[in-house]
């Protein structure tokens, strides 16, 4: 059975750093996956999908990495904000459903 | 882009009452929809899939004659949770696959059962 965890659960970074987020899963038979954004009470938002075949995607000043075989990916923030706090979630695609993280709530201060 | 779209956004009801849930996908055809619960400050786990004329499958624990599922048309899967209790109070998300690799997430519906 797919589990997928994400590291750390949670993280408070001073405003401009760098910060990296983790996500790792136990079952490389994926087809994709994906980083999501999550503010309170909110749905989802889609950050950045990743291909099975790829290793990885830009977007802004976020870049994602995956590397199949070891079951992990990357989510790299760049020069980090205060709207960048919310919770991060990474998901992983098997056939048709979705599998989630545990997600990493991020608050980054001013 | 996409949308799918949740209606109520918020519901609050009374234990032993149904709730029903709307998730419409608004610009495409969904042959496969996908129900999700959220309990605050945890992720997403995944309740059923809903396939287009046929039953829905539900996942390993959840009760299917407890949430409800019908997916009648191409635009159009429904959750009833029917005599909900406090227990069932949670964040419930849909998502629609329309044959594409991206999936497509409905903004949430949050419910309360008193």
């Known amino acids: 059975k797919q589990e997928v965890t994400q590291i750390p659960a949670a993280l408070s970074v001073p405003e401009g750093e760098n910060l990296v987020l983790n996500c790792s899963f136990t079952?490389?038979?994926?087809?994709?996956l994906q980083w999501f954004r999550q503010d309170p009470g909110k749905g989802l938002t889609s950050l950045l999908l990743?291909?099975?075949?790829?290793r990885e995607q830009t977007s802004g000043r976020l870049n994602a990495s995956l590397d199949k075989s070891s079951g992990r990916s990357t989510l790299y923030i760049a020069a980090s904000q205060p709207g960048d706090s919310a919770t991060y979630l990474c998901a992983v695609r098997e056939t048709y459903k979705y599998i989630f993280g545990t997600g990493t709530r991020l608050k980054v201060l001013a | 882009g996409a949308v799918v779209s949740q209606h109520p956004s918020r519901v609050i009801c009374k234990s032993g009452t149904s709730v029903k849930i709307e998730c419409r996908s608004l610009d495409f055809q969904a042959t496969t929809m996908f129900w999700y619960r959220q309990f605050p400050k945890q992720s997403l786990m995944l309740m059923a899939t809903?396939?287009?004329?046929?039953?829905?499958?539900?996942e390993q624990g959840v009760e299917k004659d407890k949430f409800l599922i019908n997916h009648a048309s191409l635009t159009l899967s429904t959750l009833t949770v029917t005599s909900a209790h406090p227990e069932d109070s949670s964040f419930y998300i849909c998502?629609?696959?329309?044959?594409?690799?991206?999936?497509?997430f409905g903004p949430g519906t949050r419910l309360t059962v008193l």
């Open positions: 079952d490389s038979a994926i087809y994709n």
């Open positions: 809903s396939n287009e004329g046929s039953k829905a499958t539900y």
């Open positions: 990743i291909q099975s075949s790829q």
């Open positions: 998502s629609a696959f329309g044959g594409t690799d991206t999936q497509y």
